[in-house]
Nanobody, 119 residues
Framework: QVHLVESGGGLVQPGGSLRLSCTAS????????MGWYRQAPGKERELVAI???????TYADSVKDRFTISRDNARNTVYLQMSSLKPEDAAVYYC?????????????WGQGTQVTVSS
C-alpha cells in the first residue's frame, strides 16, 4: 500500500504564494506518477498538475505559469509551489499517486489540505 500525507495549506491573500508538500510512504517503488487535484465546494474534483516518474509535467490551463510541481526523490516528497493565487484557487487540495499493475491503474489519495485565498 501507498500512504500519502499533505501539508502546507492555509490562508493567503490574492496574489500571494503557498507551497504544498506531499510525502509518500509504503510501496513507493510501484508509483508511476504523482499529482495534485483540487475540489472546491459544489464543484467536481479536477486535476491541477502531475509529474511522472521520468520527470514530465502536465498542468491545468487555469494554473499554467503560476503553479510549479516538483519532487525531492531523496525524501519521497512532491511539492506544489503556488504563486499569484486567485480566489478561484481556493479549494481542498489532494495529493494523488498512480500505480500501474499490469493493465489496471490504482489511485492513492492523501487526506487533503485546505487552501483559502481571501483578502
Amino acid at each position: 500500500q501507498v500512504h500519502l500525507v499533505e501539508s502546507g495549506g492555509g490562508l493567503v491573500q490574492p496574489g500571494g504564494s503557498l507551497r504544498l508538500s506531499c510525502t509518500a510512504s509504503g510501496s513507493i517503488f510501484k508509483i508511476n506518477a504523482m499529482g495534485w487535484y483540487r475540489q472546491a465546494p459544489g464543484k467536481e474534483r479536477e486535476l491541477v498538475a502531475i509529474i511522472t516518474s521520468g520527470g514530465s509535467t502536465t498542468y491545468a490551463d487555469s494554473v499554467k505559469d503560476r503553479f510549479t510541481i516538483s519532487r525531492d526523490n531523496a525524501r519521497n516528497t512532491v511539492y506544489l509551489q503556488m504563486s499569484s493565487l486567485k480566489p478561484e484557487d481556493a479549494a481542498v487540495y489532494y495529493c494523488n499517486a498512480k500505480e500501474l499493475n499490469g493493465r489496471a491503474w490504482t489511485d492513492y489519495w492523501g487526506q487533503g489540505t485546505q487552501v483559502t485565498v481571501s483578502s
